[in-house]
């Protein structure tokens, strides 16, 4: 018997193996839940709600409560029938940080108070929330910037500030910001992403791309997407990835989210490279990116430390470029 064990011992180790697998399934209940040291994924950050806050009180609580009004309503105050500036073009914060930037995925201030002040590379300085809400303001709001010591930055601070309290220094939380979406191994098509955009994008912001505005014509229902009202070339949402990385997570409106959305990753690449492709106002970006070596590989104007085209750094395929600077780094 020893002898036979020992001759077909692989066997042998085969059959008892599987006996021990077979065995092992038939005792495991079938809803036997997942071992507890199974790395599960961070709950996503949400803001806090102002009506659950009892603690805020006072002058306090009215300069939060109105700067989430001005990140909700930014054009009924701000916009060019404002009511306290005629400053921007008429969007709002809200319209690209969804739910007054409380939403997960949704481009949220989570990470916000918890991270500035910062240095930033395209600047090339250490900025403060209150340089970084009048980059939006000169970009994404194609507008001039809020004069610092005003009731209304000091309010928006306070409302960010507020919103990240509850977030450690140095931190940022999972679902904050936006998205990076896989690359893919071909350009961003604007021709496919326009076939994208005739199909779930145009009920709401239109065959012209230009948004619809309110009755009385001082905010937006449905949000520009290009055209003379709409971000300038300065502003994030004109980099492929972050475009692609917002509109993934949540268009169409409330009928997509980071874990069930409505568009394939190519569709919200390809209807990135059509919106982009659009006319919008220009800005001048000599100052930006002062070490050039430090350009987002998405952003689309030269020069850069690489031989990579304007066209490639526009629309990719952007593995490769990332490649390149791994390479470069490690050297
Ligand atoms: C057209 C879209 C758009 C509008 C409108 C807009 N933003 Fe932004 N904002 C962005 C994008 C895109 C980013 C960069 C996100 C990234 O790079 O992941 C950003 C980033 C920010 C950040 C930094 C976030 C971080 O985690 O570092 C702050 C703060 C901010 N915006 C405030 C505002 C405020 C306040 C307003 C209104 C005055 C506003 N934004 C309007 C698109 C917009
Ligand atoms: C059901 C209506 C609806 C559909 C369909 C829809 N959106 Fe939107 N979109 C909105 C609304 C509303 C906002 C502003 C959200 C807010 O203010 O809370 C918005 C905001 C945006 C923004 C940021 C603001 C801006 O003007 O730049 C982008 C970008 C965007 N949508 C792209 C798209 C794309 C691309 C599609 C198609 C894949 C799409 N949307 C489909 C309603 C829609």
Redesign the pocket.
Known sequence: MLKTIKQNWPVVAIVLAVTVAVVRTMVQAPDTPPPATAAMPPEPWTGPSLLTDRQLQGPERALVAYGADL?AN?ARYLGPQGSVAHLSNG???Q???LDAGRRAWG?N?G??AS?YPKHRDRSGHVES?AN??ND??ER??NGQALDTTSHEMRA?LAY?NWLGQAVPAGTKPAG???AELPYMNRPADPLKGQQVYTAKCVSCHGTDGQGQLAENGSWYVYPPLWGPHS?NTG???FRLS?FAG?VHDNMPYNQSSHHAPALSTEEAWDVAAFVNSQPRPTKDLNQDWPDISKKPIDHPFGPYADSFSETQHKYGPFGPIAANRKIHKTK
Request: aromatic share 12%; proline share 0%.
């Open positions: 990140v930014t969007l709002n914060c319209n690209c940080h481009n201030y990470a916000v991270t929330i970084r809400v939006c303001f994404s709001l928006i960010i904050a910001g936006i971000y502003a994030g949402l972050r917002f």
